[in-house]
């Protein structure tokens, strides 16, 4: 006769954000790999990028708590990390493939590739931010203003410097481009660190 059957282990909060520090750890080895063969550096920025997104997120693990993830969190993640992973592999296919394709109409459909991961992962914080309770809300409210203010705030003293005339000279796509990953990047680490801030209120 066999013994009760376990039911599936829950996913955490720390086993969430373990998980998504792992995948963006994995992301970015390929873009810095990818950047350091081909000496493109915008592919070995991103892959700092992503690295330092999903070390913050690792951090922030050892230090959440273990709380079972509601469904509407649960179904963020599965949205999350197919988009996430899509958004990477579809900036080193775009990055590489453009430079290299002589019609117009084909640079522009590639360059604006990863566009549709990014399309879905906005999708997915929508979705998420409708459906969750007051609090929850209110966490990732405050983490988006956060992220947002940041996020200008260095954006904006980035187009400062080069009226110092310090021999930079960076292009305005260039800076634009990095808008939204930072944007995203800011909010994925201030996040956690926010809702423990409340968390720590109870």
Known sequence: M??????????????????MGGVAVL????????????????LVTLGLVVAATGAAWLLCARFA???????VHVRY????????????????????LVPRMESIAARVALAALPLLPIALLVRAMVRVL??????????????IAIAAMSTA??????GLLPLADIGWQVSGHTVAI?????????????????????????
Request: hydrophobic residues 45%; aromatic residues 12%.
């Open 2 to 19: 066999s013994g009760p059957s376990k039911s599936p282990s829950k996913l955490t909060n720390r086993r969430a954000l373990a998980m």
């Open 27 to 42: 992301c970015a080895l390929p873009c810095l790999l990818a950047g350091m063969l081909t000496g493109r550096r915008w």
């Open 65 to 71: 708590r273990e709380e079972v993830m509601r469904p």
């Open 77 to 96: 993640l599965r949205e999350f990390f197919p988009a996430m992973a899509g958004y990477v592999v579809l900036m080193m296919v775009s990055g590489t």
């Open 130 to 143: 409708r459906d969750q309770d007051e609090l929850e809300r209110r966490i990732d409210l405050e983490a």
């Open 153 to 158: 705030f260095g954006f904006f003293s980035f």
């Open 178 to 202: 990095w808008v939204m990953p930072c944007l995203f990047a800011i909010f994925g680490i201030t996040k956690p660190l926010v809702a423990r801030r409340y968390r720590d209120r109870e």
